[in-house]
């Protein structure tokens, strides 16, 4: 068994001249319910997340039936979670 974490990263076309409609849709409540389902057939100890902010967590736990275990935070400079760390 092992921790499996949703890590939360903005993929995009560094060629494009409209990053916006570069960035990747994301299936927020499908990729949780997976990961839910890994944790209730055993396949996983404890599911957690990386790189949220506070606003997807908030939107995490909305639908959750099982909320994260952990918020693995980037320590990187140029990546600022300020809200984070107000709470």
């Known amino acids: 068994m092992r921790a499996e974490i949703f890590h939360w990263s903005t993929l995009t076309c560094i060629s494009s001249t409209n990053p ?20 209730r057939l055993g396949l996983t100890k404890s599911i957690g997340v990386s790189n949220f902010s506070s606003k997807k967590i908030e939107t995490l736990l909305s639908f959750a039936t099982i909320p994260p275990s952990v918020n693995q935070a980037s320590p990187f400079s140029f990546y600022k979670m300020d809200s984070n760390r107000k709470r």
Request: no cysteine; charged share 30%.
């Open 20 to 39: 916006s409609a570069d960035l990747m849709p994301m299936d927020f409540k499908g990729v949780w319910a997976a990961k839910e389902e890994s944790q």
